[in-house]
């Protein structure tokens, strides 16, 4: 089994300096959030329930968060496509983090499981 480290290695900058750095805001929003690794990308867990992944898109190679729980998620950057659950926040390796729509969706995405609407 590889480890989630494994995943950044193989990452070219800019992206992986992204990747990173969103790995860092994920895992800081809660200590019981951790990480892991499913479908060959990085997973992270509340409580042992999946509540986002990083991947990039293959062919921009651009990284994006994607909330499993998106439908319950309101901001105008969440791209549900064909989705019917989950929704994804493309990020610009490019460009600085926009932390202040990164910061928010998390801690929306963390209340459902904290307050029960998901079960963890």
Known sequence: ??????????????TKGCLLALRRIILGQDE???????YGMPCFCYKK?????????????????????????????LEAGTRSR?????VDPLQDLPVKAIGPLLHQALN???????KA
């Not at 089994?1 to 950044?8: A, K, T």
């Not at 019981?32 to 499913?38: A, G, I």
């Not at 986002?52 to 293959?58: A, Q, S």
């Not at 989950?86 to 493309?90: E, G």
């Open 49 to 77: 329930k999946v509540f986002c992944y990083l991947w990039t898109d293959k062919k921009t190679k651009a990284p994006y968060v994607l909330f499993v729980e998106g439908k319950h998620l309101d901001h105008p950057d």
């Open 86 to 90: 989950m929704k994804i926040f493309r």
């Open 32 to 38: 019981q959030v951790s990480e892991t690794r499913k």
């Open 1 to 14: 089994m590889q480890s989630p480290e494994d995943f950044y290695l193989v990452q070219e900058e800019p």
């Open 112 to 118: 459902l499981y904290r307050n029960g609407t998901i």
